[in-house]
């Protein structure tokens, strides 16, 4: 970074509990209306207003409008970058009752990250993926002892993955299109802050996340970032992918090369 820069005004901004609630909530890529946004936040609709207003004018967050109605979104995905980072370097809220606690764990078996799969379906499917030869280019792996620009819970910078011809044509056949208009979808990767693995993201990752919710492989939560994979979701996924539920629920490769030329590819 060039010159000086006022980390501490953002600071300041994301200190406030209300305000720091509406950016995690929003931090799955979705727009959504101020009211529910104050319903999150546990504050009032005028509140709320004003909490908006200042994120807004921060740039931290953008609104639309449709109809009679604004919905806000994070403004980017090094927005969501900053929420996922500080996540990971605050302490974990305490369970307060048995709601809490699942809701913690859903989080860790499956969420969005901005606008991709994370958790250990996200680093499940990229390494069902890396096995498959449908990416090359890594191993799906952080290795913080040589890592240069890696981190956890942001974007990888280190490793140069590449969706294979044999990928192109195998991703296809599912339903995603890796040069939709001619253009290509970007292939990038973030180090998964809670399994400290690469998940799948960039274009090419938004488009497979799409894919899978356009088939109820996999269900939003009404709130947060959690997803729930439907039983034909993992039906799906172990026939299209190789990923399969392991004892715990949570997902997990087959084996090396298992599953990824089977049905649904």
Same mark, same amino acid.
């Given at each position: 970074?060039?010159?000086?820069v006022?980390?501490?005004?953002?600071?300041?901004?994301l200190?406030?509990?209300?305000?720091?609630?509406?950016?995690?909530?929003?931090?799955?890529?979705?727009?959504?209306?101020?009211?529910?946004?104050?319903?999150?936040?546990?504050?009032?609709?005028?509140?709320?207003?004003?909490? !908006?207003?200042?994120?807004? &004018?921060? /740039? %931290?967050?953008?609104?639309?409008?449709?109809? @009679?109605?604004?919905?806000?979104? $994070? #403004?980017g995905?090094?927005?969501?970058?900053?929420?996922?980072?500080?996540?990971?370097?605050?302490?974990?809220?305490?369970?307060?009752?048995?709601?809490?606690?699942?809701?913690?764990?859903?989080?860790?078996?499956?969420?969005?990250c901005?606008?991709?799969?994370?958790?250990?379906?996200?680093?499940?499917?990229?390494?069902?993926?890396?096995?498959?030869?449908?990416?090359?280019?890594?191993d799906?792996?952080?290795?913080?002892?040589?890592?240069?620009?890696?981190?956890?819970?942001?974007?990888?910078?280190?490793?140069?993955?590449? !969706?294979?011809?044999?990928? &192109?044509? /195998? %991703?296809?056949?599912?339903?995603?299109?890796? @040069?939709?208009?001619?253009?290509? $979808? #970007?292939?990038?990767?973030?180090?998964?802050?809670?399994?400290?693995?690469?998940?799948?993201?960039?274009?090419?990752?938004?488009?497979?996340l799409?894919?899978?919710?356009?088939?109820?492989?996999?269900?939003?939560a009404?709130?947060?970032?959690?997803?729930?994979?439907?039983?034909?979701?993992?039906?799906?996924?172990?026939?299209?992918?190789?990923?399969?539920?392991?004892?715990d629920?949570?997902?997990?490769?087959?084996?090396?090369?298992?599953?990824?030329?089977?049905?649904?590819?």
């Open positions: 970074m060039d010159g000086d006022d980390i501490a005004h953002v600071a300041a901004l200190g406030e509990p209300s305000r720091a609630r509406m950016l995690l909530v929003l931090a799955d890529g979705r727009a959504l209306p101020a009211s529910v946004l104050a319903r999150e936040a546990g504050v009032a609709p005028s509140t709320a207003s004003e909490h !908006l207003g200042r994120l807004v &004018e921060a /740039r %931290l967050l953008g609104v639309e409008s449709w109809g @009679r109605h604004r919905y806000y979104r $994070l #403004a995905p090094e927005v969501a970058s900053a929420v996922e980072a500080l996540a990971r370097l605050a302490p974990i809220a305490s369970a307060r009752s048995l709601r809490g606690s699942d809701r913690l764990r859903a989080l860790r078996q499956a969420r969005t901005y606008d991709h799969l994370a958790g250990r379906l996200g680093v499940a499917l990229m390494e069902s993926l890396l096995r498959g030869d449908l990416l090359t280019g890594g799906g792996c952080f290795h913080p002892e040589a890592s240069l620009r890696d981190r956890l819970s942001a974007p990888g910078r280190d490793v140069d993955y590449r !969706l294979t011809a044999d990928g &192109e044509q /195998r %991703l296809r056949r599912f339903g995603v299109d890796a @040069r939709p208009g001619g253009k290509t $979808l #970007a292939v990038r990767y973030c180090v998964d802050w809670s399994e400290q693995r690469h998940h799948l993201g960039g274009g090419l990752g938004a488009a497979l799409s894919r899978l919710l356009a088939l109820d492989w996999v269900r939003r009404p709130h947060g970032r959690a997803l729930t994979v439907t039983p034909d979701g993992w039906r799906g996924l172990e026939g299209a992918f190789g990923v399969r539920a392991g004892g629920g949570g997902a997990e490769p087959v084996g090396a090369g298992a599953g990824v030329t089977r049905r649904g590819m």
